[in-house]
């Protein structure tokens, strides 16, 4: 099979069309004349966590609360383990965001007073089936905008220690893409697939985080050099069992309680509620054969009920259709609850490029927002659109600084040469699928998956990185018959480099900071005597290298100083 290389020219480069990468182009289209290429692995009018709705922005300033509140609350939740200045420069924004995005055509709920209607103290409710076509068709709409849907972008294009652009490939044409830009924006998502999942065979995709996302913004950065945060502050998710359907509409819209298979409401039992308690109190209960657990709505009314049963259907429709199917609906039957398998995503948790307050990684050039920027938990939707906007304004005042810097031709060659290698590997007894499975057994078994309780030590971690590293010099071997496979190839390798990550990071975190998110067996206590502080790592020359850096509070200007 022979490719086409095709070199294209752009003031801003944005890797990745979902929530932050809209909006960043969005704000790029209406503050400049910059030329503007979004690249997107799918097509943007349903790609990304919001490719099938949302019910709820799950992060708003809503009245009597204000940004500081909305930093406690996250600061609380992640044990302090947090950048406070990128959480408050992101939660002073998360009210204008959203009436942008209302302008758009977003249907926001209203009270009979014209207010928002609250979920909880920090959540509002939407009828957001359609809010990713909206951003799409704003995006579309400028002029300054390109979008190269169905694109897949591997390795950021370094020269002069500087991020200059990025190269990729089509995923249905036979074409190799050197994209030169002046600033890069990586607003990929963050990596699902690491682990073995709840439902096996052909529903093992039936996840809660997008199966497409695997983790390509991480290994894109991981590769370069990029210095990465908290890569052990892993998500799990408690979710509906079997649909995996989010639970917050349920435990947050209808106020249900979560309770054992003895009828017995458990959480407070383990500590303060918090994201992390939720999920591991329904661990110990199942543990200590209690289970299973559910979330408490049998008797509920029958216009709730139906009030679910439309929620549902705008971001999770199988769960609906799974109530229909069974006759039974929450009114009946109480919602029986389970955990997902990890996932490393920055928009719930702190993993991802470390930045400065500008959003600017380690490496000059480079800008990174929603799911792979570090430091900011609970940012969901609102926060990746102020991310967005807060990272395009920055590469917009950049590249008026610099000077602009040609590719060096044989750099283009030597990584043209680097991807048709897998068009022309001979066909051998391995294939993707082996070791995507081979790999989340790894994880799974020896990395504090499902099967383990999410529970790591320090001898099975030691034994999952030998064995992950294993794979990953067996993926050289792979060979792609056409360029969607070749797609499949770099999602296997960038999962399997981001699980590298990720282990060394639980092995430095010695402590459980986090219930279940680094629940380690050998030190199952929290330390801030020696572990209030970031776990940082670059990777070089096949190593990784673990930093530790200090916490940074609201009202410090950080920015990289080596």
């Known amino acids: 099979m022979n490719l086409e290389l095709k070199i294209l020219n752009t003031d801003i480069l944005i890797i990745g069309g979902g929530t932050a990468g809209c909006f960043a182009a969005l704000t790029i289209a209406n503050n400049s004349d910059c030329q503007v290429i979004i690249t997107e692995k799918a097509n943007i009018k349903r790609s990304g966590c919001l490719a099938a709705g949302v019910n709820a922005l799950n992060a708003y300033i809503l009245k009597g609360e204000t940004p500081e509140s909305y930093l406690e609350y996250v600061r609380n939740d992640a044990e302090g383990i947090i950048r406070e200045d990128l959480v408050i420069s992101m939660a002073k924004r998360l009210n204008e965001v959203t009436r942008k995005v209302e302008t758009m055509g977003l249907v926001i709920q209203k009270d009979s007073k014209g207010d928002y209607v609250a979920r909880g103290r920090r959540n509002i409710k939407i009828n957001g089936e359609n809010i990713k076509p909206l951003l799409a068709e704003a995006v579309e709409e400028k002029k300054n905008v390109q979008v190269l849907n169905q694109v897949n972008m591997i390795d950021y294009v370094i020269q002069d220690n500087r991020v200059i652009g990025a190269y990729g490939f089509s995923i249905k044409d036979n074409i190799f893409y050197t994209i030169q830009a ?25 996840m809660w985080y997008s199966p497409f996302n695997t983790g390509a913004g991480y290994a894109m950065g991981i590769r370069a050099g990029a210095e990465m945060t908290s890569m052990e502050m892993r998500f799990i998710a408690l979710r509906c069992k079997d649909t995996i359907a989010p639970t917050g509409t349920i435990a947050q819209g209808v106020g249900a309680s979560q309770i054992n298979g003895k009828g017995e409401e458990y959480e407070r039992n383990y500590g303060a509620p918090s994201t992390p308690n939720r999920m591991y109190s329904t661990i110990r209960e199942n543990m200590e ?274």
């Not at 990586?186 to 096996?200: D, E, F, K, Q, S």
Request: with cysteine; glycine share 8%; net charge negative.
């Open 182 to 206: 002046k600033a890069v924006i990586c607003a990929t998502g963050g990596a699902a697939g690491l682990y073995r999942p709840n439902n096996p065979g052909f529903s093992r995709h039936k």
């Open 289 to 562: 054969g209690r289970g299973p657990c559910y979330l408490e709505t049998k008797g509920m009314p029958m216009e709730t009920q139906e009030e679910l049963y439309k929620a549902y259907l705008n971001m999770a429709p199988a769960q609906t259709l799974r109530w229909i199917e069974r006759g039974k609906g929450p009114s009946v039957e109480n919602v029986e609850i389970e955990g997902t398998e990890p996932y490393i995503v920055g928009g719930h948790t702190a993993s991802g490029y470390w930045v400065d307050t500008e959003r600017a990684a380690t490496l000059v050039g480079l800008y990174a927002a929603g799911d792979v920027a570090g430091g900011s938990p609970q940012k969901y939707v609102t926060g990746c659109f102020a991310e967005g906007e807060i990272a395009a304004l920055s590469a917009m005042s950049y590249i008026e600084r610099i000077k602009p810097v040609s590719i060096d031709r044989e750099q283009i060659i030597n990584k043209f040469n680097n991807v048709t290698r897998f068009l022309k590997n001979s066909p051998g007894l391995l294939r993707v699928e082996d070791l995507e499975e081979a790999m989340q057994k790894v994880m799974d078994e020896y990395a504090g998956g499902i099967s383990a309780g999410y529970m790591v030590n320090m001898d099975k971690l030691f034994i999952a990185r030998e064995q992950i590293k294993i794979l990953l010099d067996r993926s050289t071997f792979l060979r792609a018959n056409d360029m969607h496979e070749l797609v499949f190839i770099y999602e296997v390798i960038d999962r399997l480099y981001v699980c590298q990550v990720v282990i060394e990071h639980l092995i430095a975190r010695k402590e459980t900071r986090w219930h279940c998110y680094n629940e380690n067996a050998d030190y199952p206590k929290k330390d801030d005597e020696h572990f209030f502080r970031y776990v940082n790592s670059r990777y070089g020359n096949g190593n990784i290298e673990i930093i530790f850096r200090e916490i940074v509070k609201k009202d410090e200007q950080y920015e990289h100083q080596d």
